[in-house]
Antibody, heavy 125, light 108 residues
Framework: QVQLQESGPGLVKPSGTLSLTCAVS?????????WSWVRQPPGKGLEWIGE???????NYNPSLKSRLTISVDKSKNQFSLKLSSVTAADTAVYYC??????????????????WGLGTLVTVSS | SSELTQDPAVSVALGQTVRITCQGD??????ASWYQQKPRQAPVLVIY???NRPSGIPDRFSGSSSGNTASLTITGAQAEDEADYYC???????????FGGGTKLTVL
């Protein structure tokens, strides 16, 4: 079955760039899905970061958009996150997730049906 | 501030029924999805497309939607249902995703 695995440095210095990769195994990243990043600061709720389609189309959280780049590498079956100018507020567990979409009558629906285990990134000097 | 509003905490007696709600204007156009998260674990999808359960989710979990409110109902809550629950949908224009602030469910 399809699995997601996040990887990247666990410690980033303030003002630096946070870089993470999500490897997709057991399936193709070019399937008809969006792929998202979600984060969770310690003791707080979930925050959606952004999403990418295999074509390279992206949507970003408006609050992070100016610092954020999400990209896809179809040859490696993975997608990546870069968040620049980080501060302690960016300390969080970062998850990658598979994003599904459908239509039911007049409604659309989106859901994350598959998640990685998450990786803790700490911003500290 | 979140565009989806959830009660921060809810409690239920073992075996009883509990409803967790999620409010937001975007829910008039987009169905919410619901996730269960236990400590130190990744979230798990429990309901999508108003009232669909992924394989492996017990049928005591159900969803509904009316107007600007989505609800997750647990009928006959079990001790293992104690967790944080998050709703999720698109923003009102469909441009990005939003999560509710989460509801901590305590099973007494």
């Amino acid at each position: 079955q399809v699995q997601l695995q996040e990887s990247g440095p666990g410690l980033v210095k303030p003002s630096g760039t946070l870089s993470l990769t999500c490897a997709v195994s057991g399936g193709s990243i070019s399937s008809s899905n969006w792929w998202s990043w979600v984060r969770q600061p310690p003791g707080k709720g979930l925050e959606w970061i952004g999403e990418i389609y295999h074509s390279g189309s992206t949507n970003y959280n408006p609050s992070l958009k100016s610092r954020l780049t999400i990209s896809v590498d179809k040859s490696k079956n993975q997608f990546s996150l870069k968040l620049s100018s980080v501060t302690a507020a960016d300390t969080a567990v970062y998850y990658c997730a598979r994003d599904r979409v459908g239509v039911a009558g007049p409604f659309s629906y989106w859901y994350f049906d598959l998640w990685g285990l998450g990786t803790l990134v700490t911003v500290s000097s | 501030s979140s565009e989806l509003t959830q009660d921060p905490a809810v409690s239920v007696a073992l075996g009883q029924t509990v409803r967790i709600t999620c409010q937001g204007d975007s829910l008039r156009s987009f169905y919410a999805s619901w996730y269960q998260q236990k400590p130190r674990q990744a979230p798990v999808l429990v309901i999508y497309s108003k009232n669909n359960r992924p394989s492996g989710i017990p049928d005591r979990f159900s969803g509904s939607s009316s107007g600007n409110t989505a609800s997750l109902t647990i009928t006959g809550a079990q001790a293992e249902d104690e967790a944080d629950y998050y709703c999720d949908s698109r923003d009102i224009n469909g441009n990005y995703r939003v999560f509710g602030g989460g509801t901590k469910l305590t099973v007494l």
